[in-house]
């Protein structure tokens, strides 16, 4: 991953732009689109965590104390896309929560009455009254007596844990340093056999403590919170904390090496490798120089290799699998390993994308044909879609029928039942409900984006755009590489003029933007936060 690598990524994932079958052949290009790929998981990550523990996850919320980001059932997302102020507080001993986000998010509704300053939470046969101020509260009509009460923190309702879940919802809360889990079981991890995953998940919250930075000094870190430098500007290039390391690069004349630092900016795995990756499920794949060339393994988080590297190509661990090429040329052939190097699918396909929610396209007939397979490496989904690439998001797939000059995209469900029918001259993924599409093509693109129905909810327009991301996305000017970048909002309206050079996705109510020869962060105003 070079600095070239990371404009590829803003490039070829944000826009989604898909390579043509000549382009794909090529072996530079492979590598280009793994290391992408690697890159791209980590736009909406998941918990590192085992599939045991993701999968009792499907039906649950999971907060962290002072933290504006949630995880609701398997998903990523925010308390408050608007203000990532609103988080979850201790106060008085007393654990206080947003009241919109977790009651909506367990199917209730929120009234508040200004009036007389108190607020409904309806669900069912369930119904709570609660007043500012007040340490009283109603449940079906019945006085209770509340921890604590009732109060607007950062212009939004606050009530107290135990009243609004345990005792309104009937919900189970499981807490662990900070994280808090409220679903239907009780005791949903087990803290002696899981407690790995636990770890995980506070990692996966402390992980954006710090943010990258670039100034004329290379990149560094600052804190998140008070925008001071943490980790001072010295690194060729950088990556974000992930699973409590970041992935850095350092250059040293023409050779350029990754490594991996701590929160403290030290070096706990040196910068030896040609290509890394984030470490996912604990483990980060990267490649040196061998006997036989550039080569693929596996290292562990003290950077010992656990996988001897000896694949042509290696794609991170997702779902306790690695997509992974052996052989070379013509000749080469992806599969599956688990996490003893061995292959739990056989290599032989023409290449493979990651596993999500079970599935994992794979691409035969010289990349000409796709479909998807489950762990087994069954067909689930028979290899007969034309195309280059598809991708499974929020239960749909996209993909071509026809070859790629005069084909049309559309989406089928994770059976091949075609959902939305082929119309579209590119059919990006999915993300908070809306997919951006393509209507024409080269300079008669026009982007707009579709719902899960295939209704047009914001006019496709000039202009490449972005999948959206805490209610915002990316909107170019013109073609991607030309032009200038802004955001939309979900009704399509400019919400932050179109100035910047590069931009990336919001992330925790924050973006990254370069104008001119500057990079900064932005809140969801368009206004430059930190000053460094």
Known sequence: MSRAFEEGLINNVICQKKMTITSCLKKSNFIVGIIVLSLFIYITPAFAVSSDVQSKLNNAIVIYIGSPKAYVNNEKTMIDFDNANIVPIIKNGVTLLPAKFISEKLGATVNFKKENSTIDVLLDNKNMKFTLGSSKALLNNNEIILDS?????????????????????????????????????????????????????????????????????????????????????????????????ALVMEKSGKVEKWGYINTNGDFVIKPIFIEASDFSEDLANVSIEGKNGIQYGFIDKKGKFVIEPKFQVAAPFIEGLAAV??????????????????????????????????????????????????????????????????????????????????????????????????????????????????????????????????????????????SF????????????????????????????????????????????????????????????????
Not at 216 to 243: C, L, M, S, V
Not at 419 to 445: C, H, M, R, W
Not at 500 to 518: I, M, P, Q, R, T
């Open 149 to 245: 009460p009732a109060e607007s923190i950062n212009g939004r309702l606050y009530l107290p844990l135990r009243m609004l879940v345990q005792d309104g919802f009937n919900k189970k809360i499981f807490f662990y340093k900070g994280v808090i889990i409220i679903s239907d079981i009780e005791n949903i991890v087990n803290l002696k056999l899981e407690k790995s995953s636990l770890d995980d998940i506070v990692q996966w919250f402390k992980d954006s403590e710090l943010l990258r930075i670039c100034t004329k000094n290379g990149w560094g870190y600052i804190n998140r919170k008070t925008g001071k430098i943490a980790i001072k500007p010295k690194f060729y290039d950088a990556q974000a904390f992930h699973e409590g390391y």
């Open 469 to 532: 991301a805490e209610g915002l996305a990316i909107a170019c000017t013109g073609a991607w590489e030309d032009s200038k970048k802004g955001f939309i909002d979900r009704t399509g309206n400019i919400v932050i003029s179109q100035e910047f050079d590069k931009v990336e996705y919001f992330s925790e109510g924050l973006a990254l933007v370069k104008k001119g020869d500057k990079w900064n962060y932005i809140d969801r105003k368009g206004n430059f936060v930190f000053n460094y």
């Open 325 to 466: 090429e052996v052989g070379e040329g013509l000749n080469n052939k992806w599969g599956y390993i688990d996490k003893t190097g061995n292959f739990a699918i056989e290599p032989k396909y023409d290449f493979t994308y990651m596993f999500k929610d079970g599935l994992a396209e794979v691409e035969v007939e010289r990349m000409r044909k796709i479909g998807y397979i489950n762990k087994k490496g069954e067909y689930v989904i028979q290899p007969e879609l034309d195309g280059i690439g598809s991708s499974l998001s929020e239960g749909l797939i996209n993909f071509r029928a026809g070859d790629w000059d005069t084909g049309k995209e559309g989406y089928m469900d994770t059976k091949g039942n075609i959902v939305i029918q082929p119309q579209f001259d590119y059919a990006g993924s999915f993300s908070e409900g809306l997919a951006v599409v393509t209507i024409g093509k080269d300079e008669n693109a026009e982007d707009g984006y579709i719902d899960k129905t295939g209704k047009m909810i914001i006019p496709a327009t000039k202009g490449s755009k972005g």
